[in-house]
T-cell receptor, first 111, second 114 residues
Framework: TQLLEQSPQFLSIQEGENLTVYCNSSSVFSSLQWYRQEPGEGPVLLVTVVTGGEVKKLKRLTFQFGDARKDSSLHITAAQPGDTGLYLCAADSSNTGKLIFGQGTTLQVKP | GAVVSQHPSRVICKSGTSVKIECRSLDFQATTMFWYRQFPKQSLMLMATSNEGSKATYEQGVEKDKFLINHASLTLSTLTVTSAHPEDSSFYIC??????????FGQGTRLTVV
């Protein structure tokens, strides 16, 4: 069974702080995706990383895919209360759209 | 971007009754749809994969007679929770994709069984 280990599972920080969320696996993935989900809504895709070593930026969010395509990280700079939510990494190793999700990271940014 | 719509967004039903949840791809034809279940403060768990015109493939531990999935057209899949019980209360989310593309998620359905 392919597993995605996501850490930390809970994070509570003050506005303006930086944070990093990790997503690790022993398996190699052709791509990895990061989602953000708000309560009562479906997950919204933030980014897809495909190439080993790839770095993608989305405003204050930086996503990195490990060289071996087994792990990924999400770094948020100067977090804001609007960043509060559940962040999920997911992988589709078979390119069928069947996603395996990490456990999720619940982020709370206090003003 | 592609839009996937779920209906209803919230439903409350009595124990023992059945509930149908619809998942529609509004602006594309979805060859495959996926159904997930999510408990509070937890991640999404894949329940089944649904291909148009064929039987759904269920993940290990998911009762196919309990969770009936029908994918009758390229734009519609339905999940019916049969003889619902309080432990079936959860957030159910679908996703849909065309071949070779990423999957897009619906907004989810909150099911409460009383």
């Amino acid at each position: 069974t392919q597993l995605l280990e996501q850490s930390p599972q809970f994070l509570s920080i003050q506005e303006g702080e930086n944070l990093t969320v990790y997503c690790n696996s022993s398996s190699v993935f052709s791509s990895l995706q990061w989602y953000r989900q708000e309560p009562g809504e479906g997950p919204v895709l933030l980014v897809t990383v495909v190439t080993g070593g790839e770095v993608k930026k989305l405003k204050r969010l930086t996503f990195q895919f490990g060289d071996a395509r087994k792990d990924s990280s999400l770094h948020i700079t100067a977090a804001q209360p609007g960043d509060t939510g559940l962040y999920l990494c997911a992988a589709d190793s078979s390119n069928t759209g069947k996603l395996i999700f990490g456990q999720g990271t619940t982020l709370q940014v206090k003003p | 971007g592609a839009v996937v719509s779920q209906h209803p967004s919230r439903v409350i039903c009595k124990s023992g009754t059945s509930v149908k949840i619809e998942c529609r791809s509004l602006d594309f034809q979805a060859t495959t749809m996926f159904w997930y279940r999510q408990f509070p403060k937890q991640s999404l768990m894949l329940m089944a994969t649904s291909n148009e015109g064929s039987k759904a493939t269920y993940e290990q531990g998911v009762e196919k007679d309990k969770f009936l999935i029908n994918h009758a057209s390229l734009t519609l899949s339905t999940l019916t929770v049969t003889s619902a019980h309080p432990e079936d209360s959860s957030f159910y989310i679908c996703s849909a994709r065309m071949a070779g593309t990423e999957a897009f998620f619906g907004q989810g359905t909150r099911l409460t069984v009383v």
